[in-house]
């Protein structure tokens, strides 16, 4: 049976510039703590995958003294704990209010690939909480109810290691073969690819000049026909499906028929290692 997982920031809803990093610096502030992140910087912060471990990133032996925070690890821990818990809390406020929209063509092509019968899901290193929100405003609560969700700290290492997407594929019994992934970033497409699985790009507000060698397909969003028109951007297309003005089920579904690798169908998620990928053989 086919399955389509999708990541949710940037998929979804193009969440990070509007959502994630208003966020971020509002739970900042709250909190005390002496840094406000531009959107310059928030660019690379994206590259780290998770909540938590983009607030790591502050703690420099510097930044702790400034900031008047513990030394001892534990300590620490709890503080980041602390403050993702809030930056939570006011990121699924800000979903809720709807002013970030979802992205074109992913509600459509989810309720078309419900209607096929394939399995639906979405695997991302968001908090749980965070991604249910995005998923529900995409989606509608009729066609969210038909997804599993995989979020935040399931697995412990994050994207682009493959973990997340081992641990998607083996809980809802798939073979990595029949699912296509869709990502926005390079680092979510290396943990799809890293987890055998095809790999189609929709870019987005920050990914847009990143490497996506080895994606199935990279376009600019889904797309949407008329009334709500958005057409399809290719960006590339090595496997010549050959999307028309905006993305169908026919086409992800085409990207299945690269084949796989077998040997991915019993890895231990626990194991993966995203270091040199084994890419899925491609039609000649």
């Known amino acids: 049976m086919p399955a389509l997982i999708f990541d949710c920031d940037g998929v979804l809803a193009d969440t990070e510039r509007d959502g994630h990093l208003p966020a971020f610096n509002e739970t900042f502030e709250e909190f005390g703590l002496p840094v406000r992140w531009s959107d310059a910087e928030y660019a690379e912060k994206v590259k780290v995958g998770g909540g938590k471990e983009r607030m790591r990133t502050l703690l420099t032996p510097d930044f702790v003294a400034a900031a008047g925070l513990p030394s001892d690890p534990a300590a620490l821990d709890e503080r980041v704990a602390d403050w993702h818990r809030r930056k939570t809390e006011i990121y699924t406020g800000i979903i809720r209010g709807g002013s970030i929209p979802p992205r074109p063509g992913v509600r459509r092509v989810a309720a078309a690939a419900h209607g096929a019968g394939w399995t639906l899901a979405v695997a991302s290193t968001s908090a749980e909480a965070s991604v249910r929100s995005v998923l529900a405003l995409a989606m509608g609560p009729e066609l969210a ?20 997407y081992a641990f998607a594929v083996r809980g809802l019994g798939l073979d990595p073969v029949d699912v296509v992934a869709i990502e926005d970033s390079r680092n979510g497409m290396l943990a799809a690819l890293g987890a055998g699985l095809a790999c189609a790009v929709t870019t987005s507000a920050y990914t847009g000049e990143e490497d996506f060698t080895g994606a199935s397909l990279v376009v600019s969003s889904l797309g949407d026909p008329p009334p709500e028109e958005t057409v399809t951007r290719v960006l590339s297309d090595p496997l010549g499906v050959h999307p028309g003005r905006y993305v169908v089920l026919a086409d992800l579904a085409a990207l299945l028929t690269a084949g796989g690798d077998e040997s991915y169908g019993s890895l231990d998620p626990g194991s993966l290692d995203p270091g040199p990928l084994r890419p899925r053989p491609r039609p000649h």
Not at 149 to 164: L, M, N, S, T
């Open 145 to 164: 109810a038909r997804f599993s969700v995989f979020a935040g700290d399931v697995v412990q290492r994050k994207k682009p290691a493959p973990d997340i």
